[in-house]
Nanobody, 122 residues
Framework: QLQACGGGLVQAGGSLRLSCAAS????????MGWFRQAPGKEREFVAG????????YYTDSVKGRFTISRDNAKNMVYLQMSGLKPEDTAVYYC?????????????????WGQGTQVTVSS
C-alpha cells in the first residue's frame, strides 16, 4: 500500500514536499517513482529512484527543480518540488516498481498510491 500526502495550493515559484508512506511489501527491494496526471492528459513520469538510493531519474521538465529521495529505514519516498510552475498542476501519484532500475515508464510500476493534488497558481 502507498499513501501519498503533501499536496496543496501554492503560488508560482513556491515549493512543496510530497511524501509517500509504503507498507505491505519489502520497500528496499523496489524502485520508487512519482507520476502526475493533469486534467485531460495521460499520466506521466516525473521522477524515479532506484532501490539503493544511488540512481535518480527525472523528466526533462522538472530537472533542476524537483528532487526525489527515499528513506529505506522509514519506508518513505519524497518529492521536493521548488520553482513550481502552473504547468506542474496535476494529481501526483507515488508508485513502486519491482524492476529497481531504469524505471521511467508507467508500465514498469505495479503498485500505486491514491494521488495528491498539487495546484500552482500564476
Amino acid at each position: 500500500q502507498l499513501q501519498a500526502c503533501g499536496g496543496g495550493l501554492v503560488q508560482a515559484g513556491g515549493s512543496l514536499r510530497l511524501s509517500c508512506a509504503a507498507s505491505g511489501f519489502t520497500f528496499s527491494s523496489y524502485g520508487m517513482g512519482w507520476f502526475r496526471q493533469a486534467p485531460g492528459k495521460e499520466r506521466e513520469f516525473v521522477a524515479g529512484i532506484s532501490r539503493s538510493v544511488i540512481i535518480t531519474y527525472y523528466t526533462d521538465s522538472v530537472k533542476g527543480r524537483f528532487t526525489i529521495s527515499r528513506d529505506n529505514a522509514k519506508n518513505m519516498v519524497y518529492l521536493q518540488m521548488s520553482g513550481l510552475k502552473p504547468e506542474d498542476t496535476a494529481v501526483y501519484y507515488c508508485a513502486a516498481s519491482p524492476l529497481g532500475y531504469q524505471i521511467t515508464l508507467t508500465t514498469m510500476y505495479n503498485l500505486w498510491g491514491q494521488g495528491t493534488q498539487v495546484t500552482v497558481s500564476s
